[in-house]
């Protein structure tokens, strides 16, 4: 176990003894909240009294954590906010939202409560799949979100979904199309092949989305790997794009900002992705504030999964 283990642990057991003798709730309405059985919140409390986090008040590092949880939370209207601690010299924004969201994953599969996860990928993802133990859960399926790209350096688009899948021992299905089709490629006719067909309509029964976010720079694996033809970071940006999410480019407002690219794009669709019950936003990084503030503001994500740096930015009129 590294450091970044310990630091979940110890911030989870902040969390639960916040919500117990601060805010007063009981053991089973903590655990119905943080999405964990009743007996993890009890050994959690046990555990806090034992290694004296809890004495008098709460002696913890984490605390300032969990106030930026509550203020996001109630800023956007979120179901939940996990804010994960960062190290200011050495700032990586993919490894903690990473971690965080590997330890929030776990604890709702083991759950029972997630049987159908949609998966977008992005560094943050791969980061998470890191981060994940071996499991056996051959009753959770992983599906893929959106097409992948044959280019690109850093991480195999079309391996997220397979790689979540064999860290949970689960089944896995891949959307194998690219992420946009070509100006000369007919869209319908593209998805009414049977497999396609078969894919979509998994996406309409899913119990959880995770989802990544990017800007509008180089930064983004989308922009510098996966843009079609004749579309650029440029042109994006001219027509208001901030960022996207799931491939789809929204200004704003959380509006789409293009027609067009959006009807060439493989993958969920915004009022698809809206209808799954738990939408999960694993994103951290100064570059992604903006985009972040739109999908949390608008709807499209239920909770968000990011660090301290980006909170505080985030909170920040």
Known sequence: MDNTDI????AFLAQVCWQYYVNELTQAEIAKYLGVTRLRVNQAIQKAKSTGIVRVQIESPYLPRIELQERLQERFGLHRVQVAPTHPQLYDF????????ASYMLDRVRSGKWHRIGVSWGMTLQATIDRLPKLSMPDVEIISMIGGTSRGEMFNS???????????????SLLAAPIFLGEEVERRAFLAQEN???HFKKLETLDAAILTASNISAKSYLISSGLPEGVTP????????IGDVVCRFLDGNGDLVSDKLDRQTIGIELEVLKSVPDRILAAAGPHKVDIIRVIASQGIATTLITDDVTAKLLLDE
């Open 7 to 10: 630091s979940e642990e110890d």
């Open 94 to 101: 993919h490894r903690p939202a990473g971690t965080a969201l």
């Open 158 to 172: 079309f391996g997220i979904a397979s790689g979540f899948a064999e860290r949970f021992g689960a089944r896995y």
């Open 196 to 198: 396609f067909e078969k």
């Open 234 to 241: 440029e042109g994006l940006i001219e027509a208001g794009a």
